[in-house]
């Protein structure tokens, strides 16, 4: 058996072992690319507020309000999402978690969310986990993932041809040869044709799944470090004061604010016990995850003890923290999430028309051996 045979016997077995499991991945994908779009338009009663030449009213406002709406739940983070957006406190309870959106200028009341009965964060956990418990589904994803980075190498090793003169027949399809042909010259054009994007996409996935992916990201582009030591979190010495203080949580805020008057999309985590640090994060764009810059403040007086802007961090963190922006396009806005959704088609394509040429061929050698 040749090298190319060993490669095709390889690459054969592991897309039918992961082919179902790629097809869910790559679909789930396409479906949560335009969400934040999707749900403007379906959900704009509650997302979208008008703006107003005001400033935002104090986060201690939004938790109160949030205690009165749902008292048995405690909240955990208010964030401001920008200036035609309504506000979010993020509470939970021991049963479930709730996300109440508040308009930031008026206080107003507008909705509460519950992210297990929501039709984007499903989509989002079958991707994950697959709906599975995490420590179980997050394997099977991962292994999957892996699986389907390999095929794209082997599947790059059986395309690439043998002769000059077949290069310009290995980058086109043959529309007007039939069906099986057509489906042949799809799956290996299609496939080449997104495979490093697509590696990208699935490596910045495994980093969800496996914490070993992210820190070898970290460590690559920083020729080495501790990305924990880089994100570790100050402490604080519980004995020298009493208790956490609301009043805290507002002056973190408006510090944040100075800081970084630019910010579009700003949260402020807010205390559960004594000894917790305030973080807050600002990003310079509304509804993208990337580029932040965060602050540690004092739980007792709300004072700066630590700050880490994007520009301070290391190299290999902010590509880490930019992870989320590259697996979803976000980070190149509407262009990147359109080129992702694509990808994401295309790779969901690939076990269909993988099974199809395998199918084809058991089928044909059947009647052979019949004959």
């Known amino acids: 058996m040749g090298f190319k045979q060993k490669i095709r016997f390889l690459h054969k077995w592991l897309g039918l072992i992961s082919g179902l499991i790629v097809f869910i991945i790559s679909i789930t994908g396409c479906i949560f690319c335009f969400h934040d779009e999707i749900k403007d338009i379906t959900r704009k009663e509650w997302r979208l507020v ?32 920008g200036k035609n957006r309504s506000a979010i406190v993020y509470t939970y309870s021991d049963t479930k978690n709730e996300y109440l959106y508040f308009n930031p200028y008026t206080g107003k009341y507008l909705k509460t969310e519950n992210p297990e009965t929501d039709f984007f964060i499903i989509v989002e956990y079958i991707h994950l986990y697959l709906l599975l418990p995490d420590y179980i589904g997050k394997h099977i994803i991962g292994g999957a993932t892996i699986i389907f980075i390999l095929l794209l190498i082997s599947g790059m090793i059986q395309w690439w041809p043998k002769r000059k003169s077949d290069l310009k027949r290995s980058f086109t399809v043959k529309w ?50 501790d990305k924990a030591l880089e994100t570790k979190a100050p402490i604080i010495d519980t004995s020298k004061f009493s208790n956490n203080k609301l ?17 579009e999309m700003i949260f402020v985590t807010y205390p559960q016990q004594k000894g917790d640090i305030i973080n807050t994060g600002a990003y310079p764009y509304t509804l993208r995850y990337d580029h932040q810059s965060n602050y540690y403040f004092h739980p007792s007086d709300g004072k700066l003890i630590q700050s880490q802007t994007f520009d301070k961090k290391s190299l290999g963190l902010q590509v880490v923290e930019m992870n989320y922006g590259i697996h979803t396009g976000q980070i190149l806005d509407l262009p990147g999430k359109i080129i992702a959704f694509i990808i994401s088609l295309i790779a969901a394509c690939l076990p269909v028309t993988g099974f199809i040429i395998w199918y084809g061929r058991r089928n044909k050698s059947c009647k052979k051996i019949k004959a």
Do not use: C
Request: net charge positive; glycine share 6%.
């Open 50 to 81: 008008e703006p107003q030449n005001k400033p935002f009213l104090m986060p201690s406002v939004l938790l109160e309000k949030a205690k009165e709406i749902a008292p048995k739940n405690k909240s955990s983070m208010v964030s401001y999402y």
């Open 247 to 263: 009043a805290a949580v507002d002056r973190a805020f408006v510090e944040t604010m100075k800081l970084q008057p630019k910010a």
């Open 176 to 225: 007007s040869a039939k069906w099986r042909r057509v489906n042949y010259d799809w799956h290996n054009t299609s496939g080449f044709y997104i495979s490093i994007i697509a590696v990208v996409i699935a490596i910045t996935g495994l980093t969800f799944t496996y914490e070993w992916v992210g820190n070898g990201i970290y460590k690559s582009f920083n020729f080495g470090g």
